[in-house]
């Protein structure tokens, strides 16, 4: 059974942290969105590429990044597939530890709330507690729906 979305309240969002020296966040730009998805792609699930592409056809994208000597560490979608969405979000393997996913996630939050959003939700929180201490999150009872649907595939008989 899939685990239920998380809903996050928007209200009191902890500051942005900073970021470790050498390392920059910002919204992507449309000059990079193949190179983006590419790589989300090749470090990250599949799947999770189509949604970084839905955020990133609109202008400003509803992607961050966080970027080392100008190569992507990290990325972070925010109202993606459904509105007040968060995620999908990933950090490379290598740059784990340094706080990346937390400023991250925070940022998105307040890019969210800037919206006029009230609440986030985080669909399919792998790291719940890590969703909970830093913003209090609460998953919704099993029995919600989510809006994810079975993926088509494609047509083989032709």
Known sequence: MPM???IVPLKNLPPIPALPDGYTLDIAKPWDS???VEWVDANFLPEWSNEVLCGLS???AKVSLIT???SIVGFAGFDLTFPSFFGP???L???RGLGLGKILLVDAMHRLMQRGYVYAFIGSPGPVNFYQKILGGM???ESFPDGYSTPITPNQSM
């Open 4 to 6: 239920p979305d998380m």
């Open 93 to 95: 393997e290598s740059e």
């Open 68 to 70: 080392k000597n100008n």
């Open 34 to 36: 193949q190179t983006i």
């Open 89 to 91: 979000t990933g950090v």
């Open 139 to 141: 998953l919704l009872p």
């Open 58 to 60: 609109g202008h400003p």
